[in-house]
């Protein structure tokens, strides 16, 4: 079946679906992005999804054009046109069309694209016995130049470039830090570590993107009346923690049982981490906008 996509209020096959050659996210990653998915027919915290998106625009000051009920509507419907089931959804929007950084210049008329894809980041193996990570030289960009709250398509020049310090070392990720040597996050994934029965996350302050799977670990464990705190994380928390796990939508929960060299806990994935995985899978079944029966 041949892929739909949706673009600036048309379903259209892909072939046919064509972004401009000067278009503001194209040239200059002035745009913003989601990455959702879709278990089982139910698009899982689509409107958290919706809601990042249109904070993001709001804080780069792109107007839409539509309202958030109408882009849900949008990737229902793209989701419906595709019958995709189980998968990732891709919703991309930037600034619109023109040359020339000065958006005065643009033409009203944000771009807006929502495409589905199938995505499994990692074998099966790796949820079961863990990822292996580095550090990376990469750092996050200080929050008062780029805010990580905001899911900019020019953020992530410097993710990328963690992304391939990993695959140079063969590791399934990077961690990185921000300019004062905390660690702020994956590159596509928060970070958790267990110490003593108690869950800790770098908060958005040392440049950790608001991630919807992190909130929904969170919401997990405090269900669990398992304790979590936001707080700083520096290297030598991560080498001496019991556990860690990385959270993300693409990535989902994942143990990272080694890094830099040491094993992390007993270089398995812990009990905590296992108990939150299942945890967080059951929410995939229930937390949503139904998109198919
Ligand atoms: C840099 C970064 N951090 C964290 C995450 C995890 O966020 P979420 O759970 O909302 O997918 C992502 C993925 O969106 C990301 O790109």
Same mark, same amino acid.
Do not use: W
């Given at each position: 079946m041949?892929?739909?996509v949706?673009?600036?209020?048309?379903?259209?096959?892909?072939?046919q679906a064509?972004?401009?050659?000067?278009?503001?996210g194209?040239? =200059?990653g002035d745009?913003?992005?989601?990455?959702i998915r879709v278990?089982?027919?139910? $698009?899982?915290r689509l409107?958290?999804?919706? /809601?990042?998106?249109?904070r993001s &625009?709001?804080a780069l000051?792109?107007?839409?054009?539509?309202t958030?009920a109408?882009m849900? /509507?949008?990737?229902?419907?793209t989701?419906r046109a595709?019958e995709?089931r189980t +998968? =990732? $959804?891709?919703?991309?929007?930037?600034?619109?069309?023109?040359?020339?950084l /000065?958006?005065?210049?643009?033409?009203p008329g944000a #771009?807006?694209? *929502?495409?589905t894809?199938?995505l499994?980041?990692y074998p099966?193996?790796?949820? !079961?016995?863990?990822?292996e990570?580095v550090?990376a @030289?990469t750092?996050?960009?200080?929050?008062c130049? $780029?805010?990580?709250?905001i899911? @900019?398509?020019g953020?992530y *020049?410097?993710?990328?470039q963690?992304?391939m310090e990993a695959?140079?070392?063969g &590791?399934g !990720?990077?961690?990185m830090l921000n300019?004062e040597?905390y660690?702020?996050?994956?590159t596509g994934d928060?970070l958790?570590?267990?110490m003593n029965?108690?869950? #800790?996350t770098?908060?958005? @302050?040392?440049? &950790?993107?608001?991630? $919807?799977?992190? &909130?929904?670990? *969170?919401?997990?464990a405090?269900e669990?009346?398992?304790p979590?705190?936001?707080?700083?994380v520096?290297?030598y928390?991560?080498?001496i923690?019991?556990e860690?796990?990385l959270?993300g939508?693409?990535a !989902?929960?994942i143990?990272m049982?080694?890094?830099? +060299?040491?094993?992390l806990g007993s270089g398995?994935?812990?009990?905590?981490?296992?108990?939150?995985t299942e945890a967080?899978?059951?929410?995939t079944?229930?937390d949503g906008i139904r998109?198919?029966?």
């Open positions: 041949e892929q739909t949706y673009i600036n209020g048309s379903l259209l096959p892909r072939a064509h972004a401009d050659i000067y278009d503001h194209l040239l =200059y745009g913003a992005f989601e990455g278990y089982d027919g139910l $698009i899982f409107q958290e999804h919706i /809601d990042r998106l249109f &625009a709001k000051a792109i107007d839409l054009g539509m958030p109408e849900v /509507d949008a990737v229902v419907r989701v595709n995709h +998968g =990732y $959804i891709r919703v991309t929007v930037s600034r619109g069309v023109g040359l020339g /000065d958006p005065s210049h643009l033409p #771009t807006v694209i *929502i495409s894809e199938q499994s980041l099966r193996s790796m949820y !079961e016995n863990g990822l990570v550090t @030289s750092r996050v960009p200080p929050s130049c $780029i805010d990580p709250q899911k @900019s398509l953020r *020049i410097n993710n990328i963690a992304k695959n140079r070392v &590791a !990720e990077a961690l300019m040597g660690v702020a996050e994956a928060n958790f570590l267990v029965g108690e869950l #800790t770098p908060p958005t @302050s040392q440049g &950790a993107l608001t991630g $919807i799977t992190r &909130a929904t670990v *969170i919401e997990c405090r669990a009346g398992i979590v705190r936001e707080a700083a520096t290297l928390d991560c080498y923690c019991d860690a796990f959270t939508t693409a !989902e929960v143990a049982v080694r890094l830099d +060299g040491r094993d398995k994935p812990g009990r905590i981490t296992q108990q939150l967080f899978h059951a929410r079944r229930t998109a198919l029966d």
